[in-house]
């Protein structure tokens, strides 16, 4: 059972949450089952299922900490439209489900090992329809621009912390998405140097 003492609170989220939902208004279907893949406190998926109780949203994170901290949320708002929380793994080839409408996945790719990212496009382009979005929002380096000031630190402390962490270069998540079918629809600047980076997975060739 799900206790309100579980609930964790991630100050970023707080501030985050209400940009996201504005362009996820603009990405994601009419209905159907939106994933999140590492959603952490739980914290964004239930002010997103709040705004937009059309879709079904399901919840995941392999830590089990987050996940007890997801269903506390889901609890205590009382929301009926978002599933239990999911052990998934990016990294896994065997994910708990094999089909959803539309993907989202914030804050994970630069905090995770890059086979992660590899593992999150992999899921993506098995699980997607064609036309589905993939939704990612973080901070990116982009070959085109130098970095922020405060992205640069970020990246560093990220590094020390993990060599295999750090801000990950746009065009290599998007060579990355393309080897899975997921091509990139749009990008768009968004509060404190992150970016939404939008993908969809692309039409069978006929
Ligand atoms: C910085 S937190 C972001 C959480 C939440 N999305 C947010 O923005 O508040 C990173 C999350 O990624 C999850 N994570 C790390 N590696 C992962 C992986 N390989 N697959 C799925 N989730 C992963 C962690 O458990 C953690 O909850």
């Given amino acids: 059972?799900?206790?309100?003492?579980?609930?964790?609170?991630?100050?970023?989220?707080?501030?985050?949450?209400?940009?996201?939902?504005?362009?996820?208004?603009?990405?994601?279907?009419?209905?159907?089952?939106?994933?999140?893949?590492a959603s952490g406190t739980g914290e964004h998926i239930v002010h997103f299922a709040k705004a937009m109780p059309m879709l079904t949203w399901q919840p995941s994170d392999p830590s089990p900490g987050a996940r007890r901290s997801i269903a506390a949320w889901i609890t205590s708002e009382g929301l009926g439209n978002v599933l239990p929380p999911l052990d998934l793994d990016a990294m896994s080839d065997s994910w708990p489900l094999d089909h959803a409408a539309a993907l989202v996945c914030i804050n994970m790719i630069h905090i995770?090992?890059?086979?992660?990212?590899?593992?999150?496009?992999?899921?993506?382009?098995?699980?997607?329809?064609?036309?589905?979005?993939?939704?990612?929002?973080?901070?990116?380096?982009?070959?085109?621009?130098?970095?922020?000031?405060?992205?640069?630190?970020?990246?560093?402390?990220?590094?020390?912390?993990?060599?295999?962490?750090?801000?990950?270069?746009?065009?290599?998540?998007?060579?990355c998405a393309a080897m899975h079918s997921l091509r990139l629809d749009r990008v768009v600047d968004m509060p404190a140097n992150n970016l939404s980076v939008v993908f969809r997975k692309a039409l069978p060739l006929s």
């Fill in 112 to 175: 995770s090992p890059w086979v992660a990212t590899e593992g999150l496009m992999e899921g993506a382009g098995r699980i997607l329809d064609a036309g589905a979005p993939l939704y990612l929002y973080g901070p990116f380096r982009q070959a085109a621009r130098s970095i922020e000031p405060s992205n640069a630190a970020f990246d560093t402390d990220l590094r020390h912390r993990d060599p295999r962490w750090g801000l990950r270069e746009l065009a290599e998540v998007t060579a």
């Fill in 1 to 37: 059972m799900s206790r309100d003492e579980d609930r964790q609170f991630a100050p970023a989220a707080a501030r985050n949450r209400e940009p996201i939902l504005r362009a996820l208004r603009f990405i994601l279907p009419a209905s159907g089952l939106v994933l999140e893949v």
